[in-house]
Structure formats: C-alpha cells, structure tokens
C-alpha cells in the first residue's frame, strides 16, 4: 500500500465546527462530509492546512488564527489500496466576510462538534477532531 499525507483542518467559529460535503467532482470520498483537506505535497503540514483553507474557504491572514495542531495518524483504506497518514488542526475563524466554498465541495454546515456523529463522513473524521478539541 502506498501512504499519503493529508491535513484535515476543522474551522471553529463561535463554538461551531465547520463540515463540508464533498462533491462529485473530487477524487475520493464523494458526498462524504469532512473537513477542509489535502494533500501535502512538499513543505510543512501547517503550511498547507493554512493554504487548503485558503483554496477551500477563501479565508486567509487575519481572517483566521491557528489553534492547535493534533498529533498524526494513519487512516488505512483497502479499497483505494492506500494508507492516509492524517496530520489534523485547528483554526478559529476571526472573520467570515470573505467565507466561500469552492469546487471542491457543494455544502456547509456549522455544527456542535458532539453532533459529528450525526453525518456519514471520510474515515475517521471523528478521530481527527477528537485530536484537536
């Protein structure tokens, strides 16, 4: 199995997490909710959750402040013949002016983190915030 790391960044805001569903358009995990994610493709793990919230969200700089950053874990998938290695943060949201979704998604909602469980999500989403909160 080959490994890819990813970040899975939650956006707190006003005690809410933010979860989008992912659309059709995107490789894997189609209408599965998440986070915003990516790859990591060269550079820091914390260089690339800020990028992804950028791309995803539109928020950047003093829209957003860094939380915590969670220690990493493996997600194993044997229908992809992959193992994720899942670097997961957390952010505060300061500012939602510029808040839009892109492509990559085609909803949001903001919830309690205790009503996660309620979603069909990407593997171990639950795991992912459980190491941020």
Known sequence: MSRKHVVTVFLENDGKILILKRSHKVNTYQGKWAGVSGSVDGGSPLMQAMLELEEETGLKGADVRFVKAGPEFEVTDSNLD???????????????????????????????????????????????????I
């Not at 510029?98 to 990407?122: G, S, Y």
Request: aromatic residues 14%; without cysteine.
């Open 82 to 132: 992959l193992v994720w290695v899942v670097h997961p943060f957390l952010f505060e949201a300061l500012s939602l002016d510029r808040f839009q979704l892109d492509w990559e998604h085609n909803d949001h909602k903001w919830i309690n983190p205790t009503e996660l469980e309620l979603f069909e999500t990407v593997p171990l989403l639950q795991k992912s915030l459980d190491r941020v």
